[in-house]
Structure formats: C-alpha cells, structure tokens
C-alpha cells in the first residue's frame, strides 16, 4: 500500500475513533445506552445490503457534488439546493418523459451550479453564503411547489408520485458509473487537470494559461449536475416529495461529509458513502430497537469531519504532541 | 392606516430580528480581524439556542438560560479555534463540521429531553424589555448595539484592537513584534463564539420562545454576509444587521396578512444573496482571512 | 571577558527532518559586529530565529551575558535587549509607522502611545533616520521601512540587533548609509550580526565573521585576518569552477522589442514608468535593479499575465501586446517566475508539474497523454538532477533546490524563443546554480534569454547587455563582459 493511501486510512480511523468517543460521551449524558446503541448502529445496517445500495446511490452523487468543485478550490455548499431542485425537476419530467426526468433533473442542478460559478468568477461573490441562500430559498420553493402545484389530489401535503422508476441496484450502478466518470474526468482529462491545478494554487493556474473564470463555473456546473440527479435519485426512491421535507432534507450536507471522509476522491466517495449509509440505516433501527435518535449519524459525520480537518492532528499524535 | 400600523409594527420587530445577526455580526467580525473565519457561527447559534431552551426549562430562569447559551457558544468558539488555530485545520470544512454536529446533537437532546422530534415545549417567562407606544424593545438589543460600539473601539482604539488587528493583515509581522499570533486568535474565535451564543439564546428565548429543529435556518450565514457587507467593520454592521433583520421581520408579519407563507419565506434568503451580489468586491478582507499560521 | 551572547552546539531538526543546524557554537562580543556568512540554505537565519525566541533548538544552549536563556519567544528575547531586522521586514504593511512602532514597543513595556511617537522623533532626528510616522508602511521604500525596523530596535532599548540580509532590498545607496548607521551605533556600545551572503559587505563593516556551511560552523576569524578569497572558499566548500562565457559571435536580427511599457501591480502602485528595451536573438539581457524597479511586472507582462497600461510589446516583429499566457506560450515565450508558488502546482505531482502551462500538448483531445508527460518528466529530472523518490509524489515533498531544478528545467527543456529566467538559480546550491547558468548561456542558440536576477555577479558573468531599472525606468545600459559591479551599483541606486 503507498505511504499516501496508508496515511488516509489511519486519519480516517482516528477520525472514527474521535466520533465514536465524542457519540459515546453525548449518548451517555442523555441517558442512552451507548454500547448497544452503536452496536446496533454500525452491525443492523449491514443486514440488508440491497437497501444499503438504495440509501448510498444518492449519497455518493452529493458527494461528487461537493467533490468536483472541491478540487478546484471552491465550496459548493449548494448540493443540498441542487438536490431540492433535481427532485422537483426529476418529478415534474418524470410524468411525461419517464427516465429523461434523471436528465432534467441534472441538468437544472448544473444550471443552478454554474449560476454560483458564475457570480464568483464574475462579480467576485463568495460562493459559501451565496450557496447557502439558494438552499434555503429553494427549500422553501419545494415546500410551496409541493403544496400548491405537484399536489397529490387526495393527500394535500404531499406530492404526485414520481413517473419513473430505477431499482436499488440499478442506481446504485448508475452512481458508480458516474463515480468512475468523475475519476475519468478528474485524473484523465484536461478539463480534470486544470480543474486541480486550480485547486492548488490559483497564481499557478493563471500562469499556466488555465482560464480560472471558465475552470470555476464548469466546475461548479458539474458539481450540480451531480447535486441534481443525486435529488432526483432520492425522490425517485422514495416515491414522492412532502411538506416534513424528510426524503430530502440533509441529502446535500450530508454529501459533504461522505466526500470528506472518502478524503475528496471519487472512489473513497463510493466506500464512504457506503459506510455512511449502512449507518443511517443502523440509525434508523438504533431508534426502532432503543429509541436513540438516528441524528446520531449526524453527530458521528460532523465529529468525524471536524478531525479530518486537520490532517496536522495525525501528525501531532505521531510526534507525541510536540507543536512546531 | 392599518398598512402603517403594519409597516411599524415591522420597522420595530425589525430591531427583534437584528438582534442575533447583529451578535453574530460582531463575533464574526472579531473572529475575522484575527485571520480566523468560522462558518460554524450558524452550528453555534443552533446549539447555544437548544443549551438556553433546556437550560430555562429545567432551571425555570430566562437569565440562566441566557448564560447557558453564551457559554455554549464560548466553548464551541473555543474548540472551533482549538482546530483551526493550533491544529491547522481547513477553516471552512471545521465550521461546516461545526454545524453538522450542531445540528445532529441538537435534535439527540431534543429528543432525548421532551421526546419530540420537531420543538421543545414554549419557555416560560420574559426576558428584560422596554416599551415604545404599544411595541416593545428587548434589553438584549440595546446590549448588542452597545456591544457593537464597544467592539468597535476595542478594534480600532485599543493596544489589543490593535495587536489582533495585525494576526489578521500579518501573523508573522505581529509574531515577530511580539504579539503572540496563536493566542489572540484563539481569544478571537472564543469571543465571537460567545457573542454567537448570546444571539443564539436570544433567537430562541426571544424571538421564538421554544427550541425547533434546525432553527438557526441560515442566520449564521446571513451574519457571514453582514461580515463583508460591513466592511469587517462592528458600527456599519448595526445597520447591515438591521436591513437583514428587516427582510425576516417583514416575511413574517406579511405571512399573517397576505398568506403565500413558503413563498415569502424566501424573502430574507433571497434579500441577502442580492444585497450579497451587489455588494461583492466592495470592501478588503483581512490580508491573511483564512491562512493557517505556523511559525516553522 | 563574558561574551555577551553565546550559543553553544545549537542543532535544529525540522518538523519534517530536514537538519537546518549541526552543532553551531556562536558568540557575540559587547560591541562587535560579528558577520554571519554563508550560503543560501547555510542555515544563518535559522542560527539566528534561534537566538531572537522564533525557533526553539532541538539542541544546545544559548548564554547572554553569561546567563543561560530558553526563550519561548521574540517578546523573551525583546525582554533581554535582543531585536531582529527580517530580510523581508515584520511589519503590518496597512499599518501605519506609528502603530508598527507602538505595537512593538508596548509588547516588551507598558507605554503611552504619544511616548512612543515623541521618542521616534527625538531618536530619528538625532541619528539621522527619519521616518514618517503617520504614512501606512506599505507605501513606503524598502530603505524606509529598514530604518522603521531599526528604529523598533532601538525603542526597545535593543542591545543587540541581528540584521538579516539587510541590504538585500536596498539601492546601494541606502546601502551604504546603513552602514555608516551601523558604525554610529556600534559606537553607542550596540552590538551586531550580520547576516550576509556578500563578501564584501563583511569587509566593510564587521569586526569578526562565522562562517557556516550546511549548518555547521566551519570557522570564526577577525575579519582583518582573511581575505575574500578565503572566505569564499570555506562558505563554498570547493572551489567551484566559473561558467566561461563563449562569445556567440555577432547578436542576430531583433527578437523582442519593448516600447514605452508602463503597469501597475497588484495593488495598484504604478512599477514601470515607460520602459523600451530590445533583445536579439543569440543575446542574453540582463535586467538589473534593487527589487521593486519593475522587473516582476515586466517579466509578468512578457509572460501574458498582466495588462499593460500603456505601451506595446513585439516579438519577432509582431505585435503582441495584451495577449494571454497561452498565447504567449505559442509566440516562443518561456517563463521561469521568481516564485516556486506560481510556477508549480505544489500539491501535484513530479509529472504533472512537468506539463504545466504545456498542457495541451500532452492531451490527445479532451484526454491527457500521461505516458507522453511521463516521458517528458524524465528527461527533466535526469538532465538537472531533480532528486525524488516517485515521478508520481507531489512537489511539495521535494526539498526547494530540487523544485527549483524542476522549474527552470522544465522551462529549458520546451521549445521556445525567449527564455524569461526571473532569479533562475535561487536556492540552489553552487553546482547546480553552475549547471542552470550553463543552460542557460547554451539556450542562446535556440533563441534569446532575459535574465533578471538580484545575485549582481551572476547578471554580469552571462548578460551580453545589462539593462539597468530604476524605479519603473530604464537608467542605463551597460555591456556585459566589460562593467563593473561600481558603475553597475550607482546605476541600480539612480545615481546618473
């Protein structure tokens, strides 16, 4: 194994370490049981592998969504708004035009990611808060959409049905392809390789004739097409959308922290995903078996994320703590 | 009449709903000036919000709840800093870790609490205020406008204003000079921490009385926009918090005239990308906003 | 007599392993200037972060005045009547001078502001070293900014005050003035190190001279008792055989012509006042000039990445001017920037830095040639000596000299016209310094070279022409083989 890929496993497992102590602690102070808890959390959700693949399908296109822009420097915290407008896009189309709904779905989240592209390299707007306002903006459209106009004409606060169906393995098999697309288009075009020059230095970028302006808002188009259809496969999953907002809400953040502890690489987004779904739905029989609430699964991505964060904290563990 | 009564009525709920941006505001500023930026103040604002809730429910005190929240928010502004400052973390992917814990934690307690998955039963009691005509001022917003001028006199007319001025522009200038960069940067996030979590237990005691999911909504953010709309600066963010403020203010009291409640929902998000927008590039950033500082 | 600073076996690993010092043994007499010569990389600024508080020593001990000492911090060794002047200065550039000063001071002791400003005064006016207290520090000249840093010095009653590479930024003029204020001083019972790589400097104002190679002292003397020749010696370890210019014949027809160019920099400070200057093929041209003349944005214009305010710019007889990185590349531009952060994606590998701002060429449509890029990384790192472990690690794990091998090599190794060579041989060490200039005398028959370079020696030993900028103008122009570095240092200092 490369010194580099060993590196990453060991700050994923300290990262593991850190989340489940922190849980532990928190579960505690509650007045849960967190042995049984996270036993149940991480052993139940692998019991059913079909429905792993179903809940880590979506999960790994959030994930590029983040991924992609990532590593050109930018922060698309947008995936979530991407989500929101792929699944409505995804089951208004789905109606007439079936599968070409995945399509539009992916096609309105790359239009609303390079729309943040754009106001970055053009007007100079930080992409993190603009991403922000757009989600909430959009949750809420989806809200008003859903109530009002997709309206399910016998249950007023949900939506329409969807008019197309993929299986569980069929997405998930369609995730992977577009996970290895990402790879292709990261490590093996020249789109992919100014995409990471960017990423490392932007003076560099400019001195290698890279237009910055084009790299940021194809980045972030792509970004979207991926936060779209990853929308559009959850809404198509679970059928409908409704006013509790729970087939969707968190799909977008959540991608971020699977692209994180996939340590920002298209296949490490696919185990990761995979891991993180087979913790929700641990999660999901956490609270069916003891009532602890599945938001663990928040808590264990964030702590987790926070640790990756500083890939330095390894390296202060290695040296004994000495700072330098 | 009624129109004017109604657009008063907003012009003064205004000051309600400015009044935990405006915190967040000064604590970001504050943060920023030392060369640290923290998106976390949205996962800050959410817990400092729950810890007051519970805290005012089992203790029965409004004003314990209040130093309840602000406490949360100086420890996390201080494990905030912990990352970023002495472990050199990527800035924005701490604060956005900051803010999926928040929120995963926050719903753990309520839950775990009031076995409900959507908002905590309502507070009890009232937080100091003063009356103009029939509408009401919170204390707490005199406060924060009060703290706004002390920040700012702290920044720009003090030694340490100054000396935390300089971890921002030039952290090895300021180290050589004898300014000790990793100390004042984290006093820096401990503070604006603080000064989120005061807004956090304001947004919950105050302006909504009970503790929801998920209930910060992007006002982090919004403050994060008010930063730079500012100017990095604590007086003109009274302002810029008030025009956000507003923008909430305003979709709430037209929901109960007009109706189209998910619509006018969108207003102060939408409001805050276009002022964003037309703001942008406006105002210079500290030199070194987000650059991790080692001395080796 | 007590030395009033002694360092004793100091050693200094870095975090990453890298051995900065090996057992360095220092002292610094009362009211000496001792010089600390050696090298880039020799490990002299390092020595002396040590003993200012920046750097803790993996090893050794520090005395002053006989007492040992483990400062934690500058503030420490402020404290102890120690002050460092930075190569680069440490000062908040949108500061004021007054605040920089007041900043400073009051870190060490309490202090009123209005104190700290009268005694500027009083002490500038009385060694001569006037500043203006109330301008914001980046608009000032490097001259002006040094004597805002030994003033910072002497309000915190520094006893002792390490300049590191002082005159690196100066006009020659500055330069020698800061001598004098060195003599003036010392008088006043001041002590001093003298962090220099210039030979000649130690001859005119030290007392004694370290000498360090590769972080270990390899020898102190009275300056009176060793010639340059001697010191050169033991700072290079050998005696490095110069590169001879061959004369290349007569110079061909015209390659580069520049005309009235005039830019801003980044901040909006006006760098070139209408420069015109003309390289032809078989030439190199030199450009001189203290940092600051303008040569990074006349290098960056010629390189298509920044906009001329006015002026034009041809190359081969074609008008160029305004054109992007790109196009510029196409037009037979090559460029080797000052800084390895601009000429290097630094977080990717030895191979894809080896195509960078080439890009295209290693792309077969939408998809790259990695086994073409591969192929072209070999021949750099095997013809310049890049030393690494794995063609696929990233560059940031290769030590400076080597990235800078891979900068300047990768940049000989492409086709072009121009070579643009911006401080071609910093961090090197001499042999490879020697191999980079013979490359770069040997590019000459492919095309034409602008070397701009801040080491004197190395523009007079390969210029064929010596262009000399002075704050955004050209002042003068001398031939290579025959000026001297005299006439060559008042030109760079404005002097006509």
């Known amino acids: 194994m490369s010194g580099e890929a060993l590196r990453a496993l060991s700050e994923t497992a300290l990262a593991l370490a850190a989340a489940v102590f922190v849980t532990s602690l928190l579960l505690l102070l509650l007045g849960y049981d967190p042995v049984s808890s996270l036993a149940v959390m991480f052993t139940y959700g692998l019991g059913n592998v079909e429905y792993v693949a179903a809940v880590a399908a979506p999960l790994v296109l959030s994930a590029l969504a983040f991924l992609i822009p990532l590593r050109a420097g930018l922060f698309n915290i947008g995936g979530e708004g991407q989500a929101y407008l792929g699944a409505l896009s995804f089951l208004y189309f789905s109606q007439q035009f079936g599968a070409l709904g995945l399509l539009a779905g992916g096609l309105m989240g790359a239009l609303l990611g390079g729309t943040l592209g754009a106001l970055r390299a053009f007007l100079g707007v930080n992409e993190v808060i603009a991403s922000i306002m757009t989600n909430w903006t959009l949750y809420y459209v989806t809200l008003f959409l859903v109530s009002r106009h997709l309206t399910h004409p016998e249950f007023p606060h949900r939506s329409i049905d969807v008019g197309f169906f993929l299986g569980s393995w069929t997405s998930f098999l369609l995730a992977l392809a577009l996970a290895l697309l990402a790879l292709v288009l990261l490590y093996n075009t020249l789109l992919g390789y100014e995409i990471r020059v960017l990423g490392s230095s932007r003076r560099a970028a400019a001195y290698a004739g890279i237009d910055v302006r084009r790299v940021t808002v194809l980045s972030m188009s792509i970004g979207g097409l991926f936060g779209g259809t990853a929308g559009a496969l959850k809404v198509m999953y679970v059928g409908h959308l409704d006013t509790t907002m729970s087939a969707l809400f968190g799909v977008g953040f959540l991608g971020i922290g699977v692209a994180l502890i996939g340590k920002s690489h298209p296949i490490g987004a696919v185990l990761s995903a995979a891991f993180l779904a087979s913790m929700i739905i641990g999660g999901h029989w956490v609270e069916l078996r003891l009532g602890t609430p599945p938001e663990l699964t928040d808590v264990i991505v964030g702590v987790m994320v926070l640790v990756l964060s500083a890939p330095y904290a390894l390296k202060l563990l290695q040296r004994g703590g000495r700072l330098g | ?296 | 007599m007590v030395p009033l600073v002694s360092m004793k076996g100091i050693t200094k690993v870095y975090a990453d392993g890298t051995v900065a010092l090996r057992g360095v043994t220092f002292e610094l007499a009362e009211g000496e200037v001792h010089a600390l010569l050696g090298e880039n990389g020799a490990g002299k600024t390092t020595l002396m972060r040590i003993l200012y508080g920046e750097l803790r020593p993996t090893a050794g001990e520090i005395f002053v005045r006989g007492q040992s000492v483990a400062f934690r911090s500058p503030q420490e060794a402020m404290r102890r009547g120690i002050a460092m002047v930075h190569q680069n200065f440490s000062l908040v550039p949108s500061f004021t001078v007054a605040d920089n000063l007041y900043l400073a001071v009051t870190s060490v002791k309490p202090m009123r502001r209005g104190e700290v400003e009268g005694r500027a005064r009083e002490l500038g006016a009385r060694l001569g070293i006037e500043v203006p207290l109330e301008a914001r520090v980046e608009q000032l000249s490097a001259g002006m900014k040094q004597r805002a840093e030994i003033l910072k010095s002497l309000l915190l009653d520094a006893k002792i005050i390490i300049l590191d590479e002082p005159t690196s930024l100066l006009t020659p003029l500055e330069a020698r003035a800061l001598l004098g204020l060195i003599k003036e001083l010392k008088a006043q019972q001041v002590s001093f190190v003298y962090v220099t790589h210039k030979l000649r400097e130690v001859k005119e104002v030290a007392d004694r001279v370290t000498v360090l190679r590769k972080g270990a002292n390899v020898g102190t003397f009275q300056v009176s008792e060793v010639s340059e020749a001697e010191m050169a010696k033991l700072m290079v370890g050998a005696e490095v055989e110069r590169v001879r210019r061959s004369r290349s014949g007569a110079p061909g027809e015209v390659l580069l012509e520049v005309e009235d160019l005039a830019a801003r920099d980044d901040m909006g400070v006006e760098r070139l006042k209408g420069v015109t200057l003309s390289v032809r093929r078989g030439e190199v041209v030199g450009i001189a000039g203290v940092q600051g003349s303008g040569q990074k944005e006349l290098a960056e214009i010629l390189a298509g990445l920044r906009r001329p305010e006015r002026g034009k710019v041809r190359l081969g007889g074609v008008d160029v001017t305004g054109r992007s990185p790109r196009e510029m590349r196409r037009a037979g531009v090559l460029y080797s920037p000052e800084s390895r952060e601009e000429g290097l994606a630094l977080e990717m590998s030895l191979v894809e830095n080896s195509v960078l701002a080439r890009q295209g060429e290693h792309a077969s449509g939408v998809t790259m040639n990695w086994k073409s890029a591969e192929e072209r990384a070999r021949q750099i790192v095997e013809r310049f000596r890049v030393v690494f472990t794995d063609l696929w690690e990233r560059a940031r794990n290769l030590s400076g000299g080597n990235q800078q091998r891979l900068m300047v090599g990768r940049e000989l190794e492409s086709e072009g016209l121009l070579l643009i060579a911006h401080e071609p041989t910093q961090g090197l060490d001499v042999v490879s310094a020697e191999k980079v200039r013979g490359e770069i005398l040997r590019f000459r028959e492919r095309g034409a070279v602008l070397l701009i370079s801040s080491d004197l020696d190395e523009v007079l030993e390969l210029s064929d022409r010596i262009v000399v900028l002075f704050e955004g103008r050209v002042v003068g122009e001398l031939k290579g083989g025959e000026s001297d570095l005299e006439r060559l240092a008042k030109l760079m200092g404005g002097a006509l």
């Open chain 2, 1 to 296: 009449m009624v129109e004017a009564e109604l657009w008063l009525f907003v012009l003064i709920s205004s000051l309600s709903y400015m009044t935990p941006i405006l915190l967040a505001t000064i604590g970001e500023i504050i943060t920023e000036r030392s060369g640290i930026v923290n998106v976390g103040i949205e996962g800050i604002l959410l817990s400092s919000a729950f810890a007051s809730v519970a805290t005012s429910f089992f203790s029965g005190s409004m004003l314990l709840g209040v130093l309840a929240g602000t406490l949360a928010g100086a420890l996390l502004g201080a494990l905030f800093g912990l990352f970023a400052v002495y472990l050199r973390a990527d800035q924005i992917i701490a604060g956005l870790a900051i803010n999926m814990a928040s929120y995963g934690f926050t719903v753990l307690g309520l839950i775990a609490i009031w076995g409900h998955h959507g908002a905590s039963p309502r507070v009890e009691g009232q937080l100091p205020y003063f009356s103009i005509g029939q509408s009401t001022v919170p204390l707490l917003t005199l406060l924060a406008i009060l703290i706004a001028v002390l920040s700012w006199f702290f920044l720009f007319r003090t030694r340490t204003g100054l000396a935390l001025r300089a971890c921002g522009e030039e952290p090895r200038a300021a180290d050589a000079m004898g300014v000790n960069t990793y100390r004042y940067r984290i006093a820096a996030t401990t503070l604006g921490g603080t000064l989120a979590g005061l807004g956090g237990a304001f947004l919950a005691l105050e302006i909504a009385g009970v503790f929801t999911r998920g209930m910060s909504a992007g006002m982090g953010f919004i403050a994060l926009a008010n930063v730079a709309f500012s100017g990095w600066n604590p007086l003109p963010a009274v302002f810029g918090a008030y025009v956000f403020g507003f923008l909430s203010a305003a979709a709430d009291a037209l929901q109960q005239e007009v109706g189209y409640a998910y619509l006018l929902k969108t207003l102060p998000y939408l409001g805050t990308l276009a002022i964003t927008v037309l703001t942008a590039r406006r105002s210079r950033a500290p030199l070194r906003l987000g650059v991790p500082y080692a001395r080796e």
